[in-house]
């Protein structure tokens, strides 16, 4: 029984070899005959679905490879867009600073006919029948 199988894996062997060498040959000399024509037809599958696997790792390792620039690019990009909106929120105050100031600036213009002093409130009161306010400025302050 075992001498049946190693004359098997002899034949087997011989096959795969008589292929290899046919496949050598035809790549070496490129010839175009019957056997040739047969072999390109029958191995062209296999040729196609090896090269679409190797394309795929390909593909793979390639993107792989590349995410690392991928996360330094995004790390970047994170950093710049933080930068942005830190710039976004000081352009919002200066937005409101700005109007701030010019409603300051048009009580002023309407104060034209009145001296004006500057002062700041230190002190106030209320009860029912009026509201005070006491400021830093008066006839004794210096």
């Not at 995004?74 to 701030?100: C, H, P, S, T």
């Amino acid at each position: 029984m075992s001498s049946f199988f190693k004359r098997k894996g002899v034949i087997a062997a011989a096959i795969i070899t008589a292929v290899v060498l046919l496949c050598a040959a035809i790549a070496h000399f490129g010839g175009t005959n019957p056997v040739s024509n047969v072999l390109r037809t029958v191995f062209s599958p296999f040729q196609n679905g090896f090269s679409y696997i190797v394309n795929k790792v390909t593909d793979t390792t390639d993107f792989i490879r590349e995410m690392n620039g991928y996360k330094e690019e995004n790390a970047r990009l994170v950093g710049e867009i933080n930068e942005l909106k830190k710039q976004n929120r000081d352009v919002a105050n200066y937005r409101e600073e700005n109007e701030r100031l010019k409603e300051t600036l048009e009580l002023q213009n309407s104060l034209e006919n009145y001296s004006t002093v500057a002062a700041s409130v230190i002190a106030y009161s209320s009860n029912n029948w009026y509201d005070t306010i006491q400021i830093s400025k008066g006839s004794l302050a210096v």
